[in-house]
């Protein structure tokens, strides 16, 4: 039996590393991470951590040699070295010197990993078992049981339908309306609308307001990836599966279950991966590529698109099954041309978080400012403002409200979404959007020097998608992505 309450430190100078670890492992342990040995002194200085996942390789110190303190100062500690590298003599020092009791080497296998910090965890109950402890170790659990309930409780609020800006004669109303009788009950969930419209924002309210709440809640944007890796990210791979799998890899699905998974883009899947979704759908379970066995799975299913799936039916595009499988509760969600009356507190919001993010404290937007952004179309939507806020925040100088001259010049000369192009013909809004989109992009690779990860994760595509867009914008000089 593990314990459940078990704290793990995770000691790694790559930020990178140490949310890989923790998305693998939060679901069944307090996990906490640390930059160096001084951060991790810390950490254990004043938590009761039963094992630590440490770095081999880091400036100034070892993970050998922060671990040989570790052992005599926190000898009850159960103590793994991670390492790229598999050098023996590290791994004879770290075995004779540190107590090491585990070397795990990179790239480390997630199913792997949580068998190995749960033996951990086990190994350390049972020595304080052994040496009569357990009424120590009681009251640290139950401290613990706070810690994680608080955290929870936190992110319950975050995500919850009461965050979503709208005014009360919003056409969003409605669409929340559905969505709060929808997380009752353990249907599928389709959300439409365009992109950027908030799809995913009200999946997640969904999830905190179901029976499922305090378990995973995990995204895959399906129009990201080809079919095989698709497959692999969603339902998992053996080693050798296919050229490129050089590890076993758990699947979104195994991941999420008895939690909720949002398949986002779900339009842009093909006829031959929609044979092998609806068959998980069908039978609750999946079968990582190049396993013998499946594997029983019981996850709930939100998804989206901006596309007209039933014209995607009629077209023979989508399969007319699986739409009904995933449309058990069809939700629209409003474009943001749609309820203008909403942008005035939508961007307050908005400017509060950025305010968060970048370490400012700006005060608001000029009168001028938000009647210019009432006049405007908005094809990018929530997505849109969000980037336009974030830019006009950037070139701001101090804290006054941000003034119209800040914005966009599509914004400031009231542009419309239909414009007229030089041969006189109306431009596309596919064309407009992808414009929005490509600026967008651009923007956010330069506030991260190009650093293709952390542009990910703020525009909320998978590296693969962004860099797919990349080459789709033909923005050369992002491609190189070594230093990420």
Sequence with gaps: MTNPHATVLVVDDEVRSIEAIQRVLSDEFEVIGARNAKEAEEVLEGEMVQVILCDQRMPGESGVDFLKRVRELWPDTIRIIISGYTDSGDIIEGVNNAGIYQYITKPWSPDKLIACVRESANLWRLQHEVTDMRIEVKPASEALQKVISDRRRNQAQSFSFDRIVHRADSPLVN?????????????????????????????????????????????????????????????????????GAYQDRIGLFELADNGTIFLDEIGETSPAFQVKLLRVLQEGEIRPLGAQRPRKVNVRVISATNRDLLAEVAAGRFRRDLYYRLAAFPIHMPALSDRIEDIPALAGRILTQVNQSFN????????????????????????????????????????????????????RNGEVTATQTPDGGLRLLKDMVEEVEKAAIEASLARHDGNISRTAEELGLSRVGLRSKIERYDLRRYRDDESD
């Design 175 to 243: 669409s929340i309306a559905l969505a709060r009788r929808a997380a009752r009950y353990d249907v599928s969930v389709l959300v439409t609308g365009a992109s950027g419209t908030g799809k995913e924002l009200l999946a997640r309210a969904i999830h905190q307001e179901s029976a499922r709440a305090d378990k995973t809640f995990v995204v895959e944007n399906c129009g990201a990836l080809p079919d095989e890796l698709l497959e692999s990210e969603l339902f998992g791979c053996k080693k050798g599966a296919y050229t």
């Design 360 to 411: 400012r404290q700006v005060a608001g937007f000029h009168p001028r400012t938000l009647d210019l952004m009432t006049s405007y179309s908005w094809p990018g939507n929530v997505r849109e403002l969000q980037n336009e806020i974030q830019r006009m925040t950037v070139l701001s100088d101090g804290n006054e409200p941000l003034p119209p001259e800040l914005l966009s010049p599509a914004i």
